[in-house]
């Protein structure tokens, strides 16, 4: 399919091409929207996803092939809040964006306020989920956005716990410490 050329640019609704890749992406975006939920909805469908990797890794073993990334429940640390990240910022945001700029999600177009213009205009890590079709004057608000930048910033938070907790069990004094207790153990 493909998008307007025209001046104004964007959907061209009579084109049945954008109609139908308007429609696939609601379908898209109803497949992969589980950042979009309430936390506790979200983390529900990650830790079923999880699972299903993890059932595709054991089901790969159980053949003789190569496990897949990620879905070696035995062998691979859980780096799920790394992944979530990666999901919502370059698969779930962009979509998301693009559909809300097309008024194809609930929600509102509402005016800014001269206070918040200023961080509206500096963004966030997931500025890619910033809709765009009224810059710098009016915010999309919806409860989807407000669940996808909460849930990110969850995910975010949790991945720099996870990073910290990698180098301080790297860290050299740690496995001279580790070595200390292990020696101490030998002498017993």
């Given at each position: ?63 003789g092939m190569p496990v897949s990334a990620y879905m070696d429940r035995h062998k691979d640390p859980p780096k799920v809040p790394e992944l979530q990240l990666n999901f919502i ?100």
């Amino acid at each position: 399919s493909s998008v307007s050329t025209q001046s104004t640019g964007g959907m061209d609704w009579s084109s049945p091409e954008d109609r139908i890749l308007a429609l696939q992406m609601c379908i898209k975006l109803a497949d992969i929207n589980a950042p979009c939920k309430e936390y506790e909805l979200h983390n529900q469908w990650t830790e079923r996803i999880v699972e299903e990797f993890y059932q595709q890794g054991d089901d790969e073993a159980a053949v003789g092939m190569p496990v897949s990334a990620y879905m070696d429940r035995h062998k691979d640390p859980p780096k799920v809040p790394e992944l979530q990240l990666n999901f919502i910022k370059h698969l779930v945001a962009p979509l998301y964006h693009a559909m809300a700029s097309s008024c194809l999600v609930p929600g509102a177009w509402v005016p800014i306020s001269e206070e918040e213009e200023e961080e509206y205009r500096q963004g966030s890590d997931l500025n890619c989920a910033q809709p765009t079709i009224m810059p710098h004057t009016h915010k999309f608000v919806s409860s989807l956005q407000k669940n996808l930048d909460s849930n990110y910033a969850i995910w975010k938070a949790r991945n720099e716990e996870y990073q910290a907790s990698l180098q301080e069990s790297a860290s050299p004094s740690n496995g001279a410490i580790e070595e200390n207790v292990i020696e101490e153990e030998k002498e017993e």
